[in-house]
């Protein structure tokens, strides 16, 4: 279970609106961190297919189509949802604190 005392913030919360995404960086590594009407979620942002940014894609309901080749992942789970991917992007537990989305970024599913 991640607690408060391991995470580290990367974004305010009003940064991300719902239905959108935003890329945030945290000890060099790049995030994506997505609001499904008011739930926030935290993901790899590279594509596990090619170079495409998640962060830069286009999030339709609880899924993120790659803005590289159209191929999109199950954004809660990580799950690859439509061809071409086929391996799974790395999931963060999000918290809410103060404000700010936070994630342990040693823990990740």
Known sequence: MTTASKSQALCQSADV????ALRAELGGQA?????LDGRFYVTQDQCTHGPGALSEGFVEGEEIECPFHAGRFH???GQPAAPPCTLPIKVWAAQVIDGKICIDPSEHG
């Open 17 to 20: 609106p719902p239905g959108s």
């Open 75 to 77: 954004i809660p789970t």
């Open 31 to 35: 995030y994506a961190v997505f609001n």
